[in-house]
């Protein structure tokens, strides 16, 4: 019904740049928030950063200044854009949307399966 997949993840040296991406699909009537999370054998999951339909945005303060997310409200899509990466955001990166579905009430939440990202030289 509906699918959140996300693409772009990869192997970089640290400096490096990914550019993550993920696409909402199904019987969608509205995106509202849309968020990325990353979890490691290391960490908890944790908030990397959130964007809100009118593109308010929020970041963790790890990735203040080196991150920055944006959405395509026509696509559904939101995307991660990374740059200046360090080893310690090597995690797996989930996406997750707030959105209402059609003949719902209430918001539901939905996850991406993931996509990896690893930083090392």
């Known amino acids: 019904q509906v699918q959140l997949v996300e693409s772009g993840g990869g192997w970089v040296q640290p400096g490096g740049s990914l550019r993550l991406s993920c696409a909402a699909s199904g019987d969608i009537y509205t995106v509202y928030t849309m968020n990325w999370y990353r979890q490691s054998p290391e960490k908890q999951r944790e908030l990397v950063a959130s964007?809100?339909?009118?593109?308010?945005?929020n970041y963790a303060d790890s990735v203040k200044g080196r991150f920055t997310i944006s959405r395509d409200n026509a696509k559904n899509t939101v995307y991660l854009q990374m740059n200046s990466l360090k080893r310690e955001d090597t995690a797996v990166y989930y996406c997750k949307a707030d959105l209402m579905r059609y003949g719902e009430l209430g918001v539901a939440h939905y996850w991406g399966k993931g996509t990896r990202v690893t930083v090392s030289s």
């Open positions: 964007i809100t339909s009118i593109g308010n945005t």
